[in-house]
């Protein structure tokens, strides 16, 4: 999503490092493309972790493209509060375009050397298109909250971390000063009923802490 701000600190490096352990195994005997997502609670570190992880990817040779879920919201930032603001039932999985963002991952497994995909504008309250180029790239990363239910993945990564435990980390990033009025926690709390289940999929946990884990 064009304007926001990612700040990739030591701890999303340590679990972009663990991450990478586990798939880099993989990745070393094939040289077919490959797709991870990276899912979590608002302000888990999803799009940081995300980009530790392409970063250490890229430290053995491996070009990484990151599709951000922001990006194939049904309705731009904005205009998603109001929805929102007026029916709380809006709040889940429905607001994305999750099935769009599945064909970019099936393209780009099919071999696509360009994907077409949504590009939210956040500070004109759009959504417009963009073409990526990814000829050059060997693994696709896709990061949100609901990306754990993305069929065309190969690895599902998943942030344990609630949205009581990311409130600092929300304030640091707030994109809008709606971000962190009590209307939120609402739909935080709503959401954390939803996507604190889907860890059930994951194929790695990254615990709190920032340690990762096969689950059991």
Not at 1 to 30: C, F, N, S, W, Y
Not at 115 to 128: C, G, W
Not at 166 to 182: F, I, N, Q, V, Y
Request: aromatic share 6%; net charge negative.
């Amino acid at each position: 999503m064009r304007g926001d701000a990612i700040i990739v600190e030591q701890q999303h490096r340590q679990a972009g490092r663990g991450v990478a352990d586990h798939v880099l195994p993989k990745l070393q005997k094939t040289n077919t493309r490959y797709t991870l997502s990276v899912a979590g609670e608002s302000g888990s570190g999803k799009s940081e972790t995300a980009q530790a992880l392409a970063e250490q990817l890229g430290e053995a040779g491996i070009n990484c493209t990151i599709l951000q879920q922001d990006d194939y919201f049904v309705y731009p930032p904005r205009s998603n509060d109001r929805a929102r603001r007026e029916d709380i039932g809006w709040v889940g999985p429905q607001e994305v375009h999750l099935g769009v963002l599945d064909s970019n991952l099936q393209a780009f497994h099919n071999g696509a050397t360009n994907l077409v995909k949504p590009l939210v504008l956040y500070e004109q309250d759009q959504i417009t298109e963009e073409t990526l180029d990814v000829a050059g790239s060997r693994v696709l990363i896709a990061e949100g909250t609901y990306t754990t239910l993305l069929e065309n993945v190969d690895t599902r990564t998943f942030i344990d971390r609630s949205y009581i435990d990311t409130r600092g980390h929300r304030e640091k990033r707030a994109r809008h000063e709606s971000e962190l009025d009590p209307f939120i926690d609402q739909v935080l709390a709503i959401e954390h009923g939803i996507i604190s289940a889907h860890k059930a999929r994951a194929d790695l946990v990254i615990a709190a802490d920032y340690t990762v884990s096969i689950p059991a």
